[in-house]
């Protein structure tokens, strides 16, 4: 299992949302009895885009590149996992309890990670077994070359425009004259 450092490592720095984020996502692989996802035969599907999902990335192997991380903006500290060969799902929280728990101790940042760190994995982490539907595989998609800028582009993220075949930031530019 991947290390706290080495995740403090990856992630630049440490604080409470990484060290939350370990917390949850060391849960989750415990759980499944999952060390670490090579292709996408674990699936990740995170509701924030803070410090935390560096973690899920940094120890679960889901990835936004191999398609198996999914970002839903919720605005969350909530993570839900899905195992392809168990065809399990897992979501992933904190409990209702663990704002009050963490302000009654009035901490410095550093003394709040450790305690995060430490604390017994029922006080921090909530984890209910849930049925989802299975997420898809990641698709291979053709690219294709936006006639305005020149770059190449993913043809599903493209629009037409007098003909030609027009990048998204090309378009809004086009539109916005």
């Known amino acids: 299992m991947r290390t706290y450092p080495e995740a403090v490592q ?8 990484l060290a939350m984020g370990y917390r949850m996502t060391k849960a989750a692989l415990d759980h499944f009895s999952f060390e670490r996802a090579e292709d996408e035969e674990l699936v990740a599907i995170v509701e924030n885009d803070a410090c935390g999902t560096d973690a899920v990335q940094f120890l679960s192997g ?3 590149g ?33 704002r009050e728990k963490l302000t009654d101790r009035d901490l410095s940042r550093e003394e709040m990670i450790d305690w995060i760190l430490s604390v017994s994995e029922n006080e921090i982490v909530k984890i209910e077994e ?17 006639e305005f800028c020149g770059e190449t582009v993913t043809e599903t993220r493209v629009h037409e425009l007098d003909g030609k075949v027009i990048c998204i930031p090309c378009f809004l530019k086009q539109n916005n004259k």
């Open 10 to 17: 990856f992630h630049g720095h440490s604080c409470p949302g």
């Open 62 to 64: 889901c990835t936004f």
């Open 130 to 146: 849930i049925t989802i539907q299975e997420p898809k595989f990641a698709r291979i998609l053709k690219t294709v070359i936006c």
């Open 66 to 98: 191999k398609g198996n991380l999914i970002f839903k903006d919720h605005g969350k500290m909530v993570y839900t996992f899905y195992n392809r060969s168990s065809k399990k799902a897992i979501r992933i929280s904190r409990p209702a309890e663990f």
